[in-house]
């Protein structure tokens, strides 16, 4: 397992949505392009999204960078502590004990799947050093239970590791200047379940995406079955 704090600020970003000068954002000396990558996500939960009420995410991603398991733990507003665990067809035993809390023995299932396609740019110092990594989501949304979908854009500044928290006030400054909103929910899967109708949390989004559209073939990973039941083997105890 791997884990690292996570400091960030979310905003809307429909398709009008107009970036501004990054490069005039105090202590940015440089932008760097690092492409278009395409994500694929499933999140977890209980069958009543314990996780969720608690703002606690834990997703199996694959595509970009760092492709595996992710379990996202709130720490104040804009910032989540992350454990990461290799990708694997099986949810890992070391994360659902840490969960353990939340789901009080129930099991976990898939409960939202989340495609986007992502434009990620690094600002970067006056040693062409990171000082965030600014990431552009065109996002479609499937709830796994009954197939609803939703789509918006939304734009993250993540601050590299180590980085000064006070360097997102000057990105945030900029941005609000420039009319960008901060986004209403904390996370895609809250986005996700508040315009699926399963959580008030997030704003409508409209045909942000007309190209991105679900294939019919997602398959849950081994270990989990589609719906209603926990991870083979454990019982129902929700503990692979």
């Given at each position: ?128 050093a990171p000082l965030a990594e600014l990431s552009r989501d065109a996002v479609v949304a499937e709830r796994l239970d009954d197939g ?93």
């Amino acid at each position: 397992m791997a884990d690292k704090r996570e400091i960030e600020r979310k905003y809307e970003a429909g398709p009008d949505v107009r970036l501004p000068d990054l490069r005039k954002i105090s202590g940015v000396e440089g932008v760097e392009e690092r492409g278009v990558t395409e994500l694929d996500a499933v999140y977890y939960d209980t069958e009543d999204l314990r996780l969720a009420a608690a703002s606690v995410t834990l997703r199996r991603r694959t595509g970009g960078a760092d492709a595996g398991w992710h379990l996202k733990l709130p720490v104040e507003p804009g910032v989540r502590d992350e454990i990461a665990a290799p990708l694997s067809d099986t949810l890992p035993a070391e994360l659902t004990a840490l969960v353990r809390a939340h789901t009080r023995g129930d099991g976990l299932l898939p409960v939202v799947r989340l495609l986007s396609v992502r434009e990620v740019r690094h600002l970067l110092d006056s040693d062409g050093a990171p000082l965030a990594e600014l990431s552009r989501d065109a996002v479609v949304a499937e709830r796994l239970d009954d197939g609803s979908t939703a789509q918006w854009e939304e734009i993250e500044v993540e601050l590299a590791d180590g980085g000064d928290p006070a360097f997102l006030d000057s990105v945030d400054k900029k941005f609000r200047k420039a009319g960008l909103r901060h986004s209403a929910a904390p996370s895609k899967l809250a986005r996700a379940l508040g315009e699926t109708g399963r959580q008030r949390v997030g704003q409508g989004g409209g045909d942000l995406v007309p190209d991105a559209r679900f294939d019919g073939q997602f398959e849950v990973p081994s270990g989990v079955r589609s719906s209603g039941s926990a991870p083979e083997g454990d019982g129902g105890r929700g503990q692979p």
